[in-house]
């Protein structure tokens, strides 16, 4: 069981940034690959970006790439979601997720536990 926080969404106008935080609970926040994801209205949950347990690896959405930067700090037991050039499509709630299945990818990642989100818009 983790329990998790999300904050830092908010407005912003296009080509902006924001960082996203994921406050976990506990002491086994390294057990957990982490995700961002992402739903907008009418629209399924995507994953936009994971990351491994001990934060080597990665995955990032296409639409994301080059732009959105997931980190973990495991002794804070937070993830991270830096976002820049930011766009009026990735206007969504954002939500992070743990996972704590083994032998999985930053890419395979389906939460087992869930933030209640954060609302991020980015007006044109």
């Known amino acids: 069981q983790v329990q998790l926080v999300e904050s830092g969404g908010g407005l912003v106008e296009a080509g902006g940034s924001l960082r996203l935080s994921c406050a976990a609970s506990g002491r086994t926040f390294s057990a957990y690959l982490m995700g961002w994801f992402r739903q907008a209205p009418g629209k399924e949950r995507e994953l936009v970006a994971g990351?491994?347990?001990?934060?080597?690896?990665?995955y990032y959405t296409d639409s994301v790439k080059g732009r959105f930067t997931i980190t973990r700090d495991n002794a804070k037991n937070t993830a991270y979601l830096q976002m820049n050039s930011l766009k009026p499509e990735d206007t969504a709630v954002y939500y992070c997720?743990?996972?704590?299945?083994?032998?999985?990818?930053?890419?395979?990642?389906?939460?087992?536990?869930w933030g209640q989100g954060t609302q991020v818009t980015v007006s044109s």
């Open positions: 990351i491994s347990r001990g934060g080597t690896n990665t």
């Open positions: 997720g743990a996972d704590s299945r083994p032998y999985i990818t930053s890419r395979d990642i389906t939460p087992a536990y």
